[in-house]
């Protein structure tokens, strides 16, 4: 296994840079005085693997814009660049886009954006809180274009027309925003002892902002989303797109002053860590936002399985997937439609020519916002107790949302025969936030979560 000592790959010096300063050589010029002589977007890729695909067939296929390189740490994966820094490092690259896992997308997007590069970054923008707030800090203060990676954001004509049309009072007030993510995940297996790490990954590199511990699972790749340390659990890998349609819908601009969350990893006993069943209630004050995820076998619910249902006072709007929605009455008839997305990388570079980050449908705000809902209701979970099912049952019943809610989860539980008195669900820490702060007021251990221990040279910079 290679690694990266931290004295040869310090930021400043990698890239040549002092302090915050780095952009003053892109920022206030426009795109086109550097972007070559035929003044073409160049475009560099980190994470060329599995999403990473679809960003290379998109910017490989767009007019104006050239794929100048890539950067993947695996060299399975054809790639230029093996480290991140070596690609932010070179002067022909206007813009970059990441695919990486989310424990590296704050620290890559932050790097580019202070080496003047505009940024498409996948969701979840984030692994933690904090790091996503940074994000948005540093897009403004340099003055970048960065977008989000959730394109249902790009589904003009289907999802966005229907959130103007829910709320234009079409359906009456909204009482509940309701993100499903249904999405089968098996067991990941069962592994006894630390792991073999392929001989060319620099595990180091692939750690980055993370902690460099014992590979303690099969497969480095892609299964590191159901453990803690790079990963947010299927909340914050399908679940985020769906978490972002409901606070779409609801209009919110902050995140949520309370939340709870309860579920846990049931059905089987594997090397994940995160729930693969789980509810988290964002406690909004107009309306709330209910999450729920199930990992194993199961039937959708009211017409979506990987999708939102907006219930209002007059209705409900559907959204079944990622380009459209269908309105019903309050008697469940179908009374309007809505299909149509557009491309999401085509609005990105729109809204790098044309400098207005307003010109993104998913600008990085957005991103941070819906990406932490996912994060803070990770942590509820986190900071929670094992209960028995009558002392769920007696901690939710205040709330009839949450309530019935629980109670499709434990039938939806037993159906995959599991019994809630052998294998217990936990019970997330109820969580007060102040959204103006985002931090969570005289909560020690809910605050410590909403970032990470520092590891250099991959520190994600603090402070715009
Ligand atoms: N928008 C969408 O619809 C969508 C779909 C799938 C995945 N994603 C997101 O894309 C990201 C990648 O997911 P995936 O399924 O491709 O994961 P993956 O683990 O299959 O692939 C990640 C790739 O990144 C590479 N990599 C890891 N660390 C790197 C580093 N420091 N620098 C360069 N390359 C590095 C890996 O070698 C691998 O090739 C995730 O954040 C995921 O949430 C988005």
Not at 7 to 16: D, E, I, N
Not at 131 to 142: L, P
Not at 308 to 325: D, F, K, L, Q, T
């Amino acid at each position: 296994m290679k690694t990266s000592s931290p004295s040869t790959f310090s930021r400043r010096r990698f890239f040549g840079i002092a302090g915050g300063t780095a952009a003053a050589t892109f920022t206030a010029r426009s795109w086109a005085q550097v972007a070559g002589a035929n003044s073409d977007l160049r475009v560099g890729v980190i994470g060329a693997g599995g999403r990473g695909g679809a960003h290379l067939s998109a910017y490989s296929n767009m007019k104006g814009v050239r794929l100048v390189a890539k950067c993947d740490v695996d060299p399975k994966v054809s790639a230029e660049y093996r480290d991140p820094r070596k690609l932010l490092d070179a002067k022909d690259i206007d813009v970059i886009s990441i695919a990486t896992p989310n424990h590296w997308h704050a620290l890559a997007s932050i790097w580019a954006v202070q080496t003047g590069r505009d940024v498409y970054v996948e969701k979840p923008v984030s692994h933690n809180v904090s790091e996503g707030r940074r994000i948005v800090e540093f897009a403004r203060k340099f003055g970048k274009i960065v977008q989000t990676g959730t394109q249902c954001r790009s589904s003009r004509t289907g999802i966005a027309e229907a959130v103007k049309w829910v709320q234009e009072g079409n359906l009456g007030k909204i009482t509940v925003s309701r993100g499903l993510c249904y999405k089968n995940r098996g067991s990941i297996g069962k592994t006894e002892g630390p792991q073999p790490i392929p001989e060319v990954i620099d595990y180091d590199v692939w750690c980055g902002p993370a902690a460099n511990i014992p590979l303690r699972r099969k497969k480095l790749q892609y299964d590191w989303h159901w453990v803690w340390n790079t990963g947010n659990g299927d909340l914050g890998n399908q679940g985020i797109h769906q978490m972002d349609i409901c606070r779409w819908f609801l209009g919110e601009n902050a995140l949520a002053p309370k939340v709870l969350s309860f579920g846990g990893r049931l059905g089987y006993e594997d090397d994940g860590e995160t729930p693969n069943t789980q509810v988290v209630y964002q406690a909004y004050a107009k309306a709330p936002l209910l999450f729920e995820v199930r990992g194993l076998p199961t039937k959708g619910h009211m017409g979506a399985g990987v999708g939102c249902i907006i219930h209002c006072e007059g209705g409900h709007v559907v959204v079944p997937n990622y380009e459209s929605a269908i309105a019903y009455d309050k008697d469940g008839k179908e009374i309007k439609k809505w299909k149509g997305a557009e491309s999401h990388f085509v609005n990105f570079i729109d809204a790098v020519r044309s400098r207005k980050s307003t010109d993104l449908y998913a600008d990085i705000l957005e991103g941070h916002l819906s990406s932490a809902l996912c994060h803070t209701g990770n942590i509820s979970y986190q900071l929670g107790q094992k209960k028995t099912r009558e002392e769920l049952d007696a901690a939710l019943k205040a709330d009839t949302n949450l309530t019935e809610s629980f109670g499709r989860m434990a039938e939806h539980l037993a159906a995959n025969k599991v019994d809630l008195t052998a294998t217990p669900a936990t019970l997330g820490m109820a969580l007060t936030m102040d959204p103006v702060t985002e931090t969570f007021p005289g909560n020690d251990a809910a605050n410590a979560m909403l970032t990470r221990v520092p590891r250099e040279p991959y520190a994600v910079p603090e402070k715009a």
